[in-house]
């Protein structure tokens, strides 16, 4: 009874962490097959961190249809558009949404100011300007003024 329980509770964790997972993304069409398909299998640290083009998120897409994922047709058109537009070549960092994979990644921060960043975020809220980025302890300023261009508020 006690290892049904655990069971059961474990699930409910992975269920309320996959909602919240999904309400980060940025919303948009397809955002809804993002979250049926691809984070029912595993977070979206695993696809915000990749910066791939059109075709290379259809084959990773594909990929992921030959490993059990499944949607129709429609569906997994609309994933691939999300992720091209929102995580293409050139798309920005939702830096007040961005998980530890993404914000590591992509803008190159280490681990320690990735960490201190998620601190002064989960505490203080997100910053709402570029200035206000500079300021959170921990972040190197030189490295973020860097990829400004990639930072969205």
Partial sequence: ???????LFGLACATAADEKDIARLP?????EQVGKICVSCH????????????EEWT?????MVQRGASGTTAEL???VAYLT????????VRINTAP??????????????VRAFLEYRDKNGGPKTFDELLKVPGIDAAKAEAKKERIIF
């Fill in 59 to 63: 084959d990773s897409v594909d990929d």
């Fill in 100 to 113: 530890f994979a993404e914000l590591r990644v992509v803008l190159g921060f280490t681990v320690a100011e």
């Fill in 27 to 31: 919303d948009g069409p397809g955002k």
């Fill in 77 to 79: 058109e609309a994933v």
């Fill in 1 to 7: 009874m006690k290892v049904l329980f655990l069971m």
């Fill in 85 to 92: 537009k929102n995580f293409g070549k050139d798309a920005g």
């Fill in 43 to 54: 977070d979206s640290g695993n696809f915000r961190k990749a910066r791939f083009t059109s």
